[in-house]
């Protein structure tokens, strides 16, 4: 028996025959005969298991009509997000051997619900966008095809780049509680947008367009700084920098005032 098979668990116990119970909000809005409920599903755990290993697992042999999402199954799509004890993260990211024994599994909050785990973050990411034109807006010229690009500082690049790893999972969303109270808050994905746009010097927007676009109550200035969307963007972006550099240019430039 090798060292690894006699490791614990969170809960003090032996991982080797552990059985897991995930207690999950089942839920079809489009079934009007459908009430909210908890339903309790028993799996044993298994080294490097994943939170959505299990949910296959218990939709390949237990219940077919669960309803959850997934793509990637690598942390790179962010559609795996959900509740997982009331805390927002991925699920492909979530090895159960950090689980409790018992762990209740509810659908992100704030976006529309499509069934169970399910939910269209897609709908509201794209509209958020559109409403920030979060696109790199260029000179409108005559552009020659062998024409290369002018080289960016690599710093900058790096930047522009950490900026860009954001998956839209809405775990950001979820856990904030501007958003629980203002559906057309723009959340920190938003201003994680708006920042990376502003950054990059091939967008020939000025500061002031930029500003006017997140520059009241549905922007910075409604962020209540609890910073809960740090404390669980799975990808460890760092938008509590970028919240406050926005505050601060805004609050020095009078935009949004």
């Known amino acids: 028996m090798s060292a690894d098979d006699n ?12 059985w897991l119970t995930f207690n999950v909000l089942r839920y079809n809005p489009s079934d009007p005969a459908s009430k909210p409920r908890l339903q309790a599903y028993k799996l044993e755990d298994a080294d490097s298991m994943t939170l959505f290993i299990a949910l296959n697992e218990i939709r390949e042999h237990q219940d077919p009509t669960l309803q959850f999402d997934f793509v990637c199954r690598a942390g790179i799509c962010g559609s795996c997000a959900m509740m997982v004890n009331g805390r927002p993260q991925l699920a492909c990211r979530t090895l159960t051997r950090n689980l409790p024994a018992e762990t209740t599994l509810a659908p992100l909050p704030f976006f529309e619900l499509i069934g169970d785990l399910s939910v269209n973050t897609g709908k509201w990411m794209r509209g958020m966008s559109e409403r920030l034109q979060a696109w790199l807006h260029g000179q409108e010229v005559e552009v020659d095809p062998r024409r290369i690009e002018e080289r960016m500082n690599p710093e900058l690049a790096e930047q522009i780049y950490e900026l860009d790893r954001c998956v839209e999972c809405g775990c950001c969303v979820a856990a904030c509680g501007t958003a629980q109270m203002r559906q057309d808050f723009v959340g920190a994905v938003g201003f994680g947008k708006i920042a990376r746009f502003r950054l990059d010097p091939r967008d020939v927007r000025q500061d002031d367009d930029y500003y006017e676009l997140i520059g009241d109550d549905t922007g910075v200035f409604g962020c209540m700084s609890l910073l809960a969307c ?28």
């Open 230 to 257: 740090q404390d669980v963007c799975p990808k460890s972006l760092p938008l509590q920098t970028q919240i406050a550099f926005l505050r601060r240019k805004m609050a020095v430039t009078g935009a949004g005032l």
């Open 7 to 18: 490791k614990e668990d969170i809960s003090g116990q032996s991982r080797q025959n552990r």
